[in-house]
């Protein structure tokens, strides 16, 4: 199809226009500056403008086009080319880019002055927006590593937008497009139209914005009192519904006026629910200043679960346990490992001897490397039977690294993959987790089991 622009055209999606140069109806060129003809109309509801879907010969392209009603005011006029040269000039990955702004004469058909109807060409953006996305995936919710990712993209875009005086003032999930490269995009701009709409709202006596996105926006700018912190609320909203897989509308409490969506959220760091909840609070003063303050605290975030290096013991020299009773065998040499497999083996042993305690009450004398006899305390003058080892000086430095939460009985077991990438747990909730070593992301859980797992091995 190719479609007539002339606002006043009688039939501009006439069947002939498909295979004319000019409309059939109306007589108008179709192929705009030469370049571009027009498929179809996305939308005639952004207030001051129409959205269609062009094409340069096999490649799709945006067209915004001035409404025929602000033609004459020249002021608006000159702010909808200022916005188109502002644009160009924006250049991020994460922002269409302006291919064209041009004036096209339509027919003198209707009019007595036939106007000059103004465009501007934008980039389409290949692949899904993240609405579409979820759909796909079945509305499961993102994993906390993509939310910090995606959150950084989308804040980085908000920079440069924030940088050049415009606000985008329509962020939803629905406007988030996700290029096949991986980055995200932003579209359907507030910044390709604020200044002009804002004036001509001004004009007419209204307030600055009319965009409205339920669940989304934030009450200052549904009074007409939109600010860059309102984009803040809303891309807060956004990563809510990815991390969900639930509309804030859905757990919205109008009662108590109050959005209770942390308890449906799973292992994600207070941290960035609380840095969220900063960006959607209710009072503008209270939400991040600006962007570079919500990167540093993405930052921050990102530095916290970042398992800490643990410094590796050096093995003391090994010594020879000899039983008083039977001096000629030696028990098996064992070595200090690295430190996590060395504590792990140290609560095994540790249980094991207390099992042999229990079976064998009766105190034993055990002989030092020097073959001298060290007998055993007298049971009278013992509390509690806790056996001594030898520990390495460096073990004082071992430190916590990560905490993996998931299970919700006591963890029986575990097992590190040679590579050093993977561990398993299996607990008596009767289900094994697979995790990432490095970042303690939860990969899998298997719950088949029907009882506890008691041990795990990894071949």
Known sequence: MSLCINPKCPRPDHPGNDHSRYC???GSDLLLNDRYRVLRLLSDK??????????????????????????????VVELFEQEARVLGKLDHPGIPKVDDYFQHSVSSQGWT??????????EKVDGLNLDEWMVQQGNHPIAQTQALRWLKQVVEVLGVVHANHYFHRDIKPGNIMLHRSG?????????????????????????????????????????????????????????????TGNHPSEMYDPQEDELHW???????????????????????????????????????????????????????????????????????????????????????????????????????????????????PNASEQTSPTPSFPMPSDYANLALANTLSGHSRPVNSVAISADGQTIVSGSEDSTIKVWNLKTGELLQTLSAHSDTVFSIAIS
């Open 113 to 122: 002055t036939p106007p000059l109807v103004h465009c501007i060409v934008m």
């Open 262 to 376: 942390r308890d449906h959220t799973t292992n994600v760091s207070p941290l960035l629910l609380d840095l969220l909840d900063r960006m959607m609070a209710r009072k503008v003063g209270d939400r991040p200043v600006d962007t570079r303050a919500i990167l540093q605290q993405i930052t921050e975030i990102e530095k916290s679960l970042q398992p800490q290096p643990i410094k590796s013991p050096t093995a003391p020299p090994r010594k020879s346990i000899v039983p008083a009773v039977k001096s000629s065998t030696l028990l098996p040499r064992k070595s200090y490992l690295p430190a996590v497999v060395a504590i792990s083996g140290l609560v095994i042993l540790g249980g094991a001897i207390g099992y042999w305690l229990k079976l064998n009450p009766n105190p034993i004398a055990i002989s030092s490397p020097s073959d001298t006899p060290i007998s055993a």
């Open 24 to 26: 059939v109806r109306c």
């Open 183 to 243: 980055q995200l995009v932003l579209i359907d701009f507030g910044t390709a139209r604020d200044l002009t709409y804002s004036y001509a709202s001004k004009l007419q006596g209204h307030r600055i914005t009319a965009v409205v996105s339920p669940g989304f926006t934030p009450h200052e700018q549904s009074n007409g009192q939109a600010v860059p912190q309102s984009d803040f609320f809303a891309l807060g909203r956004s990563f809510v519904q990815l991390l």
């Open 46 to 75: 952004t207030g001051f403008g129409k959205i269609y879907e062009a094409y340069e010969h096999t490649t799709p392209k945006i067209l915004k086009v001035l409404k025929e009603s602000w033609n004459t005011n020249s002021k």
